[in-house]
Nanobody, 124 residues
């Protein structure tokens, strides 16, 4: 199983980026998929998550509510993160993850698979 995240880069404050994460090796239609981030010197934190299947349940971290949108495409075995109104404090390495079967919360310990991460840098 491999999760390949892409779409990171350097953007000015107020700008937008769209992250993509494509899974290979197996399908994750029934699994929650989400995004975490880790800034230098800080712990990895939850950003956004979408439930399996139709993705009817979506959860966001408090710091990104109203600015970020998570979505999934089961046909492509992929999850996306649209990031708008970016702030310098959004600078971090962003990781996509697949939640372990049977869990409904979004803690680090509940994630079964992780991507390698993509760097997002927001300049002021």
């Amino acid at each position: 199983v491999q999760l390949q995240a892409s779409g990171g880069g350097l953007v000015q404050a107020g700008g937008s980026l769209r992250l993509s994460c494509a899974a290979s090796g197996r399908t994750f239609i029934g699994r929650g998929m989400g995004w975490f981030r880790q800034a230098p010197g800080k712990e990895r934190e939850f950003v956004a998550g979408i439930s399996g299947g139709s993705g009817s349940t979506i959860v966001y971290g408090d710091s990104v509510k109203g600015r970020f949108t998570v979505s999934r495409d089961n046909a492509k075995n992929a999850v996306y993160l649209q990031m708008n109104s970016l702030k310098p404090e959004d600078t971090a390495v962003y990781y996509c993850a697949v939640r372990s079967a049977g869990w409904i919360t979004w803690s680090l310990d509940n994630m079964e698979y992780w991507g390698k991460g993509t760097q997002v840098t927001v300049s002021s």
